[in-house]
């Protein structure tokens, strides 16, 4: 990597917040991670340096310190000087961070949404041919799941049992609005609003449209949480008719023929699980609030393979951080042994979102090659029955079958 005084000029943004992305070297901050995140960085690298040049593009990286090396380095696990990187250069790739025991910041990933107010977190669901999976025809789980990354119960506003804080928030409750809680219980707050809600149904019905997908499904529990998450749905219905009224139309006007027009559905959170495993193919872009988000994604990746196969991205208005889906496995670290997929594909992700869908498109067809071969790390090869390959034996058998 060289130095930020050394790049070429960074990603711009016009008035609406489309990317303009210089004619010559792209500068994307990385933040390697901490447990195997230099592991999979380094798999990862040549692969995504190869894709770019070979598409007629380059790629200059630099390091941007977040955790367990920014801690040894300054002290500190997220830097003011990584948040203003991060912002200058506004596209990012992230390995995977470890949560600070013992207090402060009560994690790092979610430190870097909140302070760059990335909205949506964005998890493609989409199977490679040959990779291990547990359901018996993966290929039907081809997805996007956008989900509200600021507010719900993920923003943190909860209070331990037994404090004053929390008795204080008990008796007002009580007092004020009627409602009993049992006494010494914790206590937390579940905010959801119209703007944030609607940021995100927008950002998802966008990319629906843009990239010609039949449906978009509300995921929600609004049957029981009526006034949050029942709200969420109804806000995304209101979104749909108030400004894409002749893009969209309700599942329940849809006479199912094809209606030239991106249909809008909903489900209940639980009803959504089962439908992810029994018809997921009635399914494409999934909307939904924080906490569904989280079991949901995770939910779908576990049928192309797991985290270990799933790329991610965090996404705010001109900003954006694509990561690594799966934790930092401190016992593997050093050891060359994890998957790197997750980050290779995240950065794959990234060269779409950059407009280089030919260099994206040269990773993934890298990767069906080199899985149809059975080159596996040992994740996926215990599975099959095959003799696995370091992470960085993978990373090169990328970059050796790529066309």
């Known amino acids: 990597m060289k130095d930020l005084w050394d790049m070429p000029k960074p990603i711009t943004v016009d008035s609406q917040n489309n990317l303009i992305v210089p004619d010559g070297g792209v500068v994307i901050p990385v933040i390697i991670g901490d447990g195997v995140g230099p592991d999979i960085w380094r798999a990862t690298e040549p692969v995504l340096t190869k894709a770019a040049r070979l598409s007629g593009h380059a790629l200059e ?96 506003l909860e209070w331990p049992a037994g404090t004053k804080e929390a008795d204080d928030l008990i008796g007002y409750l009580a007092t004020n609005l009627g409602a009993k809680v049992r006494p010494g219980s914790a206590v937390g707050i579940k905010p959801m609003s119209e703007f944030g809600s609607k940021r995100l149904i927008k950002r998802a019905i966008d990319w629906a449209l843009k990239e010609k997908r039949p449906s978009l499904t509300l995921v929600h529990k609004g049957n029981i949480m009526k006034y949050t998450e029942g709200a969420f749905r109804k806000w995304g219905y209101e979104l749909a008719a108030g400004e894409y009224g002749d893009q969209t139309v309700t599942e329940g006007a849809w006479d199912g023929k094809d209606p030239g027009r991106l249909v809008i559905k909903d489900r209940i959170a639980d009803n959504m699980f089962m439908q992810s495993l029994l018809r997921p193919d009635e399914y494409s872009v ?24 799933a790329p991610g991205a965090n996404l705010g208005d001109g900003l954006a951080v694509f990561e690594a889906t799966h934790g930092t496995a401190p016992k593997y670290a050093g050891q060359d042994k994890v998957n790197p997929s997750s980050l290779i594909l995240s950065g794959a992700f990234m060269l779409e979102y950059l407009g280089w869908k030919d260099a994206a498109e040269r990773i993934t067809k890298a990767l069906e090659t080199v899985v149809s071969k059975k080159i596996l790390t040992y994740d996926l090869a215990r599975q099959v029955g095959v003799t696995p390959v370091k992470c960085s034996e993978f990373g090169r058998a990328l970059v050796d079958h790529m066309e």
Not at 68 to 92: F, I, N
Request: net charge neutral; glycine share 10%.
């Open 286 to 309: 999934l909307a939904m609030p924080n906490l569904n988000g989280d079991y949901l994604s995770d939910c779908l990746a576990a049928q192309i393979g797991g985290l270990g196969m």
């Open 61 to 156: 990286f630099v390091e941007a310190l977040a955790g367990q090396a920014a801690h040894a380095r300054c002290g500190q696990y997220l830097p003011d000087d990584t948040l203003d990187t991060l912002r200058t250069y506004r596209v990012t790739l992230k390995g995977p961070l470890a949560t600070p025991v013992g207090g402060g910041m009560r994690s790092l990933n979610v430190g870097i949404r909140q302070a760059l107010d990335l909205y949506a977190c964005v998890r493609p669901i989409k199977w490679v041919p040959g990779v291990p999976s547990p359901v018996r025809e993966p290929a039907k789980a081809d997805m996007i799941v956008f989900r509200e990354n600021t507010e719900d119960v993920y923003a943190g």
